[in-house]
């Protein structure tokens, strides 16, 4: 069942099957003491072999931040934390877990989920995140953020499936620090003051209002100052006024963000075997064991009449760097984060208070603020800043760009390319240097502190065309494919289009988003079906600058069903397109939101103790009719499982009246003919995958014909066992029949 809880420990969950597994290995010897219970996963159970051997603290080798959204509107900000021993993520977005698993960075190893703010810009990825986690065998998680926390994990138990069941631990600020093997976490609450017209929705970086102290910045028409204005005044005069229950509830619980200072565990020096061999120490013996260990420690040890000293034979401690994770989201809080004092005991220049590296996920107007650019000169020379915001243009998912680069060689107007949506607020000047989020940007702290750029995503176009040239058949399939649509009529009407913006199952896959349809009915006026996670940031690679318009378009949005990857983007949209109508200086009109009648307590739950969405909607209640026959003039298919992640194979089935959905795929009424023609050269540009699968199909097929003829052979041997067994039965049946026939007679 649902369990949120306290979190006395990032893996206490799991201590029970560990030491009963532990208990297992020394009952039956030391030959299985290293055998691993089958439910607990690889690293955790090698982390507490660590911690057994009393080497949990020892200090990791191998320390690096690593960027996985870089702050842009499409995908929010959110840093990955590695070392030998943990991983850590810092706030989850929608598109966090997508951009994950097309990185490779290991979700399944993740230890502990730092959220700075409870906005859908930071906890928006988090449904589908445990979803992963719990299907991955993960029964825990630990959170750290700010007390709406906990309101928000209660409101998503309300989706249906695994969640329920997820052992979920909260960890608040007033709860001792969080420690593990790598670092201590230190979590800093900041409370900001309100705007003059501060709107009730969260402001995003790059959206934010003016400040006193700042210098004017862009507040031309279509900017993201102009639009926040804009959205102010528009959601003053159209919030309907709060309860007084809701009015409790903001005064119990204000809008905190978190800030987290992070301590990396001291790394103890290097023993110098080879000096120690010239200088006569028993090196390679048992008796040296426990003089290293003094001298690493720091202490000075004697040897035959010598004082030791650890200067002589060990290399410098490193008394562990330390490096701040801190969001800012607008001017009202730039007073909190420059008079903390905490902060201010870490920027005295004391040598082991040095912070090596600042995240700040801040706007462009925080940055310019005067207080807050004074703040980050206090830091000195020495401390990196790295800033997330939507001034990045950085690429998240260049898989999906190379492929629909790629499939647009066959149709481009069915397989339109890409863009990217590029803010339009001027940059800061800092006073400081500063370094601009790309994604999969790396700052090592262990073994040395320094900037890598090596693994930073690149879209090259070209590289793209040249690899799908270059694969056989496909330029003559190509060819083909449009000499035979040159015969297909001309005419397509240019409305009703439908743009797939998600054609996957379940969770994001490189190529593929989660459910989401745009249906345009016209040039003024869209419908979506379904609202999966990262639902908007399709929107933002498919339409780039001119998302803003296509959000005010959309005037409805249809929900099938409660599966959270067909309705878990659905905050994100309402938000955005709020915001887009300030953007444009459009009057606001709410957006008529057809779902089955579970997802109200959600929405209400989200409203009441999160963020204020209710306003956005006029909601009606639906039981969703499915498996009604149809006679389709055409089948598009769509909503492809993780074993079709490129193309499905194709059978017999296949004909004129069926085509295959990508996402980003542009589609009319009047295409329906053109589709099927595809084919061919689809075929081409995914002949290995296809070569794959297929040899997939034989060996599942081999392995189910293997698993069947076991089946029947067990049941042979039954039938063959019991044949005997059931004369036995019957033979001793008769005899105490004929016994009771002989006592009756008697």
Not at 57 to 65: D, E, F, I, M, S
Not at 88 to 109: D, P, V, W
Not at 441 to 454: A, G, I, S, T, V
Request: aromatic residues 6%.
């Amino acid at each position: 069942m649902w369990a949120l809880s306290r979190a006395p420990s990032p893996v206490c969950g799991l201590a029970r099957r560990l030491a009963a597994g532990r208990a297992v290995a020394m009952a039956e010897g030391s030959s299985a003491a290293a055998r691993r219970p089958k439910d607990v996963p690889r690293h955790v159970w090698a982390r507490e072999r660590r911690r057994s051997a009393g080497t949990g603290l020892a200090g990791p080798n191998t320390v690096y931040v690593q960027v996985v959204a870089a702050g842009n509107r499409d995908a929010g900000a959110a840093v990955y934390v590695f070392s030998e021993f943990n991983r850590y993520l810092f706030n989850c977005g929608e598109g966090t877990q997508r951009a994950m698993q097309e990185h490779k960075l290991k979700i399944s190893h993740l230890d502990s989920i730092f959220l700075s703010r409870v906005a859908w810009a930071n906890v928006g990825g988090l449904p589908g995140m445990i979803l992963t986690l719990k299907a991955m065998g993960l029964q825990r998680c630990v959170f750290l953020g700010p007390p709406k926390l906990q309101n928000y994990l209660k409101a998503i138990r309300l989706f249906p499936g695994p969640l329920k069941r997820m052992d979920l631990a909260v960890q608040l600020h007033t709860e001792p620090e969080y420690k593990d093997e790598t670092m201590t976490v230190y979590q800093i609450p900041l409370t900001g003051k309100p705007l003059a017209a501060e709107s009730t929705l969260p402001q995003s970086p790059g959206a934010s209002t003016q400040g006193g102290n700042s210098p004017k910045g862009d507040t031309g028409p279509g900017s993201p100052r102009a639009a926040q204005q804009s959205l102010e005044e528009g959601k003053e005069k159209e919030s309907p006024k709060k309860t007084g229950d809701e009015q409790k509830c903001a005064s119990r619980h204000p809008d905190l963000v978190m800030a987290f200072l992070c301590k990396i565990h001291p790394k103890k020096g290097k023993f110098l075997a080879a000096k120690a061999q010239e200088m006569g120490l028993p090196v390679g013996t048992p008796a040296i064991l426990p003089i290293i260990t003094a001298l690493k420690n720091g202490e000075s040890v004697t040897f035959e009449g010598r004082e030791l000293s650890p200067e002589e034979l060990c290399t410098p401690a490193d008394p562990g760097p330390v490096f701040i994770v801190l969001e800012c989201p607008h001017e009202g809080f730039v007073d909190a984060v420059c008079e903390n004092k905490t902060f201010q005991r870490y920027q005295e220049g004391l040598p082991e208070n040095r912070v090596a590296l600042v995240i700040h996920m801040t706007p462009e107007s925080v940055l310019r603020d005067s207080r807050y650019q004074q703040w980050l000169e206090r830091f000195g020379p020495g401390t990196q800043h790295l800033v997330l915001n939507e001034s990045s243009s950085a690429v998240h998912n260049p898989r999906s760009y190379k492929i629909q680069t790629q499939l647009n060689l066959i149709h481009p107007e069915i397989f339109p390319l890409l863009t990217t949506y590029r803010s339009k607020e001027e940059e800061a000047v800092c006073s400081v240097p500063i370094v601009r989020g790309e994604c999969l940007l790396k700052y090592h702290f262990r073994p040395q502190q320094e900037w890598q750029r090596d693994a930073v995503t690149v879209c090259d176009s070209d590289a793209f065309v040249s690899e799908a040239l270059d694969l056989p058949d496909f330029q003559a399939r190509v060819k083909e494919c449009k000499e035979s649509l040159s015969a297909v009529p001309g005419n397509v009407s240019a409305y009703p289009e439908i743009v797939f913006l998600g054609t996957g199952s379940a969770i994001p896959m490189k190529i593929r988003n989660v459910s989401s349809t745009l249906v345009n009915t016209s040039s003024t006026r869209s419908l979506l079906l379904d609202c999966g996670e990262g639902t908007f940031g399709q929107l933002c690679r498919h339409y780039g600058e001119q998302v803003d318009q296509v959000l005010c378009n959309i005037v409805a949005v249809f929900v099938s069903h409660m599966h959270t990857d067909h309705h878990s983007g659905l905050v994100n949209i309402l938000m955005e397109r709020r915001r887009a109508f300030a953007a444009l200086g459009q009057a606001f009109s709410p957006l008529f939101l057809v779902a089955p009648e579970q997802i109200l307590p959600w929405l209400h739950e989200y409203h009441n103790h999160c963020e204020e969405i209710l306003g956005d909607i006029n909601t009606t209640s639906q039981a969703i009719q499915t498996g009604m026959k149809m006679n389709a003039e055409f089948i598009m298919l769509n909503h492809f499982s993780q074993r079709y992640a490129k193309i499905p194979l194709f059978s017999e089935d296949f004909s004129e009246k069926v085509g295959i959905a990508f996402d980003h795929m542009r589609v009319r009424f009047g295409d329906f003919p053109t589709i099927p023609k595809l084919i061919p050269a689809l075929k081409a540009l995914f002949a290995d995958d296809i070569v794959e699968m297929e040899e997939r199909k034989e060996k599942r097929e081999m392995r189910l014909l293997k698993e069947a003829a076991l089946a029947l052979d067990k049941l042979a041997d039954g039938e063959n066992k019991e044949a005997p067994c059931q004369k036995r039965k019957q033979a001793k049946n008769h005899q105490e029949l004929s016994n009771k026939k002989l006592k009756t007679v008697n």
